[in-house]
């Protein structure tokens, strides 16, 4: 029976990808030879590499534009400490939104390296919203946000406005998903596993002229630049992840890009909100203007349904609904990959309760 992955990440990816990906690891480009055990310096290897940053570019607008494309390894988390250490220099400050779980990590990494302003927060109510009205200081390095937040299901839909300050985002959830203006930040990154492949790489999306200014000792494997002047091969990179990674980001290429993709996600999510709002059994966690298209959270209003409910999503096939248990109730993520048939069936599913 076909399943239909709701996983919040790892997560699904597209079918084409999942079957070329399985191809090359028994014969890489007709090498006769395993895409995972031929040298990340062949010229076979090379190219995956080069494509993946050059696709990344092109999809997010910024080529020309002096950025650079990374892909390096310990996920989303170890940015948390990779960012101040490269762009917070001694004895300044930097300033965070915290809108959640993964802001509130980023938070402590950065306490670490120097002062931080928390300069809006919404904790009190258990992170359901976006903050909104906050200032940014003036004597910070950066401000850092979180564009959309996984395990509570709210997604920015504006930005900090910088002057100074360097504007720095975690978009692991949904780097690729909607289009934005890309160049008003500095400084992007995104863990693969939740829009682009496997868990493995993360991707760095960062502007040149901003290295270099903090006055600190970096260890080369922390180092942007280093990264940069290897292009992104400093050492043996992720050769799986940056593959998938760059196969998913091709299928976006071929489908029309990040306009076309943004339009299907917004059909996904609307259908499911939909059903969320005009079903009095169900009722959406997030608040409404902040709601994410990648992250659908969303409780029972009669707990005696539970089993009932439980007991269909599970007969259609549906798969890592469950919600994150920081939040409780149901989570439905609908990446990139996720086709409106799939939500269909899940809209479905809570009509029969
Ligand atoms: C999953 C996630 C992370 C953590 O990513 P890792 O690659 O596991 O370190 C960070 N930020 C956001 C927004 C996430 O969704």
């Not at 009190?124 to 390095?141: E, H």
């Not at 950066?142 to 920015?156: A, L, R």
């Not at 682009?196 to 970096?218: C, E, F, H, N, Q």
């Not at 990648?294 to 007969?315: C, G, H, I, S």
Request: proline content about 4%; overall charge neutral.
């Amino acid at each position: 029976m076909k399943k239909h992955n709701f996983s919040a990440g790892p997560c699904i990816l597209p079918k084409e990808v999942l079957q070329k990906a399985s191809e090359a690891v028994i014969n890489f480009n007709g090498l006769d030879l395993s895409l995972v055990e031929i040298s990340h310096r062949s010229p076979d290897f090379v190219a995956v590499m080069d494509k993946a940053r050059d696709l990344v570019l092109e999809l997010l607008d910024l080529k020309d534009k002096g950025y650079s494309a990374l892909f390096l390894q310990g996920g989303a988390s170890l940015e948390f400490l990779m960012v101040p250490y490269n762009l917070l220099p001694e004895g300044g400050k930097s300033s965070y939104l915290n809108t959640g779980t993964w802001s509130s990590k980023a938070i402590k990494e950065a306490k670490l390296f120097g002062e931080v302003v928390e300069i809006a927060s919404s904790k009190d109510s258990n992170f359901n919203y976006i903050p909104k009205g906050y200032k940014v200081p003036d004597d910070v390095a950066y401000v850092h946000c979180t564009s959309n937040n996984t395990i509570f299901g709210t997604q920015m839909k504006e930005f900090p406005q910088t002057k100074d300050q360097l504007l720095v985002c975690d978009m692991s959830s949904d780097i690729f998903s909607r289009k934005l203006d890309f160049s008003q930040f500095d400084l992007i990154y995104a863990g693969a596993q939740k829009n682009m492949g496997p868990a493995g790489t993360t991707l760095v999306v960062v502007k040149d002229a901003i290295l270099g200014k903090t006055g600190r000792k970096i260890p080369s494997m922390l180092d942007y630049q280093i990264h940069i002047d290897k292009d992104s091969m400093f050492n043996t990179p992720p050769v799986f992840p940056v593959y998938v990674s760059m196969l998913t980001l091709e299928w976006l290429k071929n489908m029309g890009g990040i306009e076309i993709i943004e339009k299907r996600n917004v059909e996904k999510a609307n259908l499911l909100y939909s059903e969320i709002d005009n079903n009095p059994l169900f009722r959406g966690v997030a608040k409404k203007e902040d709601r994410s298209n990648m992250n659908v959270t969303f409780v029972l209003t009669d707990e005696t349904k539970k089993d009932r409910f439980d007991q269909l999503w599970k007969a259609a096939g549906i798969s890592g609904i469950n919600g994150h248990r920081s939040v409780g109730g149901y989570r439905a993520s609908i990446y990139n990959a996720m086709p409106l048939e799939s939500v269909q069936v899940l809209v479905d599913a809570m009509r029969a309760v």
